[in-house]
């Protein structure tokens, strides 16, 4: 399935903007979609809906960078779980770092994590995007961790990331790591690319349980040098191998879980558009997904990238009620646009890339005990590591009136 | 490179310049007593010259974890010694009388990474070039260094080696060219563990490396090389010689080995030559090739080899490897210093360097310095073929 028509999609919807600079319903996947485009298994075709509306600011504590003047720089999606009273967020910026709170709206200062062993993981480029708290406590997370000098020496970037697995027994503080968990076939880069970023690799990503704790399912940004292989990647690792990991997981390939998590092919679950080692490459990236207790579906939100650079082409929205179904994802919507992203983003202190393209957004339920992975009818939508958005879902078929979702601009 | 994290105290030691000829029987060694190993080196219809290794009082570099490249700057010498990952320049009037190391800066990245300067080469215009094997991380196992797949880049300074320019990868394997679950634990692929020398007519500098392939039919020492006139924008324009051509890319190519392993370095059993070290005599006019043997895929060593060419262009024209010193001359050597179990079993990285001004560890007359892991304590005589020993004429 190709996206080549979300422009006639968006047109649709940007018709459907309800009160409000920033408040807007989504009408049902139908209403939206441009002739011809299906909507993948998903029940009867009726989506749910969202309403975003203007709140107050909340900033996540991000990672201080002096030497470039950043006060809050968030570099990826930005964990978080409870414990007891007490809520933990990881921000990552190279290296992860940890900030606890009563909310998060209320987190306090960054403290940098630490991994066990030699000192080699605190030594390389870092960055937490997932965890998951075991019914014992134990804290479970999977990192992007990105190699230096894949193409060209003395440089960064490009890389081509892979994923690791880690543990925690103090809440994140210090993490034990159980081995790299999805990667791509290391020869399986472009140094040619028009990607500043990533010359190959899998990592952008997110994991969570799904509804029976069977398997976790990770989902990913692949940026393979093969077209076929470039967007949303899927793998799932068995909930019983959650201690040891490495070599456990599965990519999803033409419609099974038969690659191997090390080095295997993949089938994007959501493909690009255009070829992502090109100037124009587009794609969707980055995913975010949480449970949706008041829809009872997962919501994945996504960055759209509408050239090589990632220069964002606004936030999407896409719905499933079977994570371990990757077909059953709908097509994702554009739930904001690049001009309303910026305005989000204005005057903050992250890296200036984040808050221009509004990367990594993502959406944390408010609720004591929900998190990035769990939230009710009513969360907070960040992009780089800023909130200024409710976030309401509405059920198909729901009536919203825009009375409901509080005081309008 | 090994024992990346080893940190070994060095009490700087001077050292009496050694006295040439004077010979003390243990330690005096022909290479035709040399051992049959190194089967795949093809025999040549020149003789071979001779080594004659005597003792001398003690001379240290400072903490040594790969080939030590030397290089003079008027009445200066200049070291760089690599171990940890970093490099440190040393300077002084003699490779015996070096004063305290400086750390050196290769660049924002570089200097984050674990990185070992192996070889440089002086141009007339006082630009030194230089070429260090890099070991990528976590390249198998998450959280670890070990094991890795080094690659080799190439440098350029103008200021004698305290600060570099990188200019980027030449040599370097596939990267999908490894096997996790190779019985090394150092290296599961890779190419590294080198030295360079230009040919005499200056046409090419030439790459003598180890590589760590997991095929077996590309393990051992391999030869690659780069035009001269390519030196400061060389990257992509290095070859590999592989099947008696020039005519594999550097980059994730192919190679036929100079000396082949005697058995798969992936297995328990592994068993081959690394780390050459490779000088122009002037005194034989021939290069000579110092070389660790492996006999296991940890790196244990049987004991130092030497090789010899008339014709660095000719990775056909080395001689036999032949042994110079066997395990228990190499601890005896390493005796009373304080290095790591490895290196004072061992004795790895083995190099000559030149005692006569102007000479360094790629140009070495009649005479120079054994150095094992940084230590020597074996002046070293080359003989021509049919030369009588010196220790006879000394007599």
Request: glycine fraction near 10%.
């Amino acid at each position: 399935m190709r996206r080549v028509t979300y422009n006639l999609g968006l047109a649709a919807f940007v018709g459907m903007l309800s009160v409000g600079l920033l408040s807007l319903t989504l009408g049902a996947y139908c209403q939206v979609s441009p002739p011809g485009a299906h909507a993948r298994e998903h029940d009867n075709g009726a989506l749910p809906s969202v309403v975003l509306k203007e709140a107050p600011l909340i900033q996540m504590p991000g990672v201080p960078v002096p030497e470039r003047k950043l006060l809050h720089a968030v570099d990826s999606n930005s964990p978080v779980h409870w414990d007891g009273d007490r809520v933990y967020m990881f921000n990552s910026y190279n290296h992860p770092y940890r900030v606890m709170g009563a909310d998060i709206a209320d987190l306090g200062m960054p403290a940098p994590v630490q991994f066990e062993g030699d000192g080699t993981d605190n030594r390389l480029f870092m960055w937490i995007e997932a965890t998951w708290r075991d019914a014992d406590g134990t804290l479970y997370g999977a990192y992007h961790y990105e190699p230096d000098t894949i193409c060209f020496a003395n440089t960064h970037i490009p890389t081509a990331p892979k994923i690791g697995w880690i543990k925690s027994t103090d809440n994140g503080a210090n993490w034990q790591d159980l081995g790299f968990v999805v990667e791509a076939n290391p020869a399986r880069i472009d140094c040619n690319s028009a990607s500043p970023w990533d010359a190959g690799g899998t990592g952008d990503m997110t994991f969570l349980p799904d509804r029976d704790d069977k398997y976790f399912y990770i989902y990913g940004t692949s940026y393979d040098p093969a077209f076929e292989e470039q967007g949303i990647f899927v793998a799932r690792l068995p909930f019983a191998d959650r201690d040891h990991a490495s070599g456990k997981a599965q990519k999803w390939y033409r419609g099974n879980w038969t690659e191997p998590g090390l080095w295997g092919h993949v089938t994007p679950v959501f493909p690009a558009m255009k070829d992502y080692t090109h100037a124009d490459g587009e794609m969707f990236w980055g995913p975010s997904i949480h449970w949706n207790t008041y829809l009872e579906e997962y919501v994945m939100v996504l960055n759209h990238a509408v050239d090589t650079r990632l220069k964002g082409g606004g936030i999407y929205i896409s719905f499933n009620r079977d994570l371990g179904n990757p077909g059953g994802w709908s097509e994702p919507i554009m739930i904001l646009d690049q001009n309303q992203v910026k305005k989000l983003t204005q005057g903050g202190s992250a890296q200036p890339n984040a808050l221009e393209n509004g990367w990594y957004p993502e959406i944390i339920g408010t609720e004591k005990g929900q998190s990035d992975r769990l939230c009710g009818r009513v969360g907070r939508l960040f992009v780089a590591g800023m909130s200024r958005l409710e976030i309401t879902f509405v059920r198909p078929n729901e009536k919203h009136s825009t009375s409901a979702s509080g005081p309008q601009n | 490179m090994k024992e990346t994290l080893v940190h070994a105290p060095w009490k700087y030691l001077h050292a009496a310049r050694p006295a040439i000829g004077v010979a003390v029987g243990f330690l005096m060694f022909a290479s035709c007593l040399g051992s049959a190993l190194g089967e795949q080196a093809k025999s040549t219809d020149m003789s071979v010259p001779t080594a004659v290794l005597s003792e001398v009082p003690l001379a240290l570099m400072h903490n040594v974890d790969s080939n030590s490249p030397v290089h003079w700057d008027g009445k200066t010498l200049y070291l760089i010694n690599s171990a940890d990952g970093h490099q440190y320049l040393s300077s002084g009037p003699d490779i015996a009388h070096l004063g305290y190391r400086n750390q050196i800066h290769l660049g924002d990245t570089d200097d984050r990474l674990y990185i070992w300067i192996e070889a440089t080469w002086k141009a007339d215009d006082g630009t030194l070039y230089g070429a260090y094997h890099y070991e990528p991380d976590a390249l198998c196992k998450s959280n670890d260094h070990l094991p890795t797949a080094p690659k080799i880049a190439w440098i350029r300074s103008h200021e004698n080696g305290n600060t570099w320019d990188d200019l980027g990868f030449i040599i370097s394997a596939n990267p999908s060219s490894i096997k996790c679950d190779s019985a090394s634990p150092w290296d599961v692929g890779g190419t590294g563990d080198f030295s360079v020398v230009p040919d005499r007519s200056q046409q090419y500098l030439y790459f003598y490396g180890t590589s760590y392939d997991p095929h077996f039919e590309e393990q051992g020492i391999f030869a690659a090389r780069m035009r001269l006139a390519d030196r400061d924008n060389p990257s992509g324009k290095v070859w590999k010689w592989y099947k008696g051509n020039w005519s594999e890319p550097a980059q994730w190519g192919h190679v036929t080995p100079i000396f082949a392993p005697e058995k798969d370095f992936t297995q328990p059993e592994g068993a081959m030559f690394w780390g050459p070290a490779l000088s122009w005599n002037s005194y034989l006019e021939m290069y000579v090739m110092l070389l660790n043997h492996a006999t296991d895929p940890e790196l244990n060593a049987d004991g130092i080899y030497i090789s010899f060419n008339r014709r660095i262009e000719d990775p056909t024209g080395w001689s036999r490897p032949q042994r110079i010193l066997d395990r228990a001359g190499i601890q005896k050597v390493m005796q009373g210093v304080n290095l790591s179990p490895t290196k004072m079993a061992n004795g790895w990285y083995p190099e000559v360097i030149g005692d006569g001004p102007g000479e360094t560890d790629s140009l070495v007359g009649r005479t120079g310095r054994l150095f094992l892991a940084g230590v020597s304590r074996l002046q070293i005589t080359f003989l021509k073929p049919g030369e009588i020993p010196s220790v006879n004429k000394a007599k």
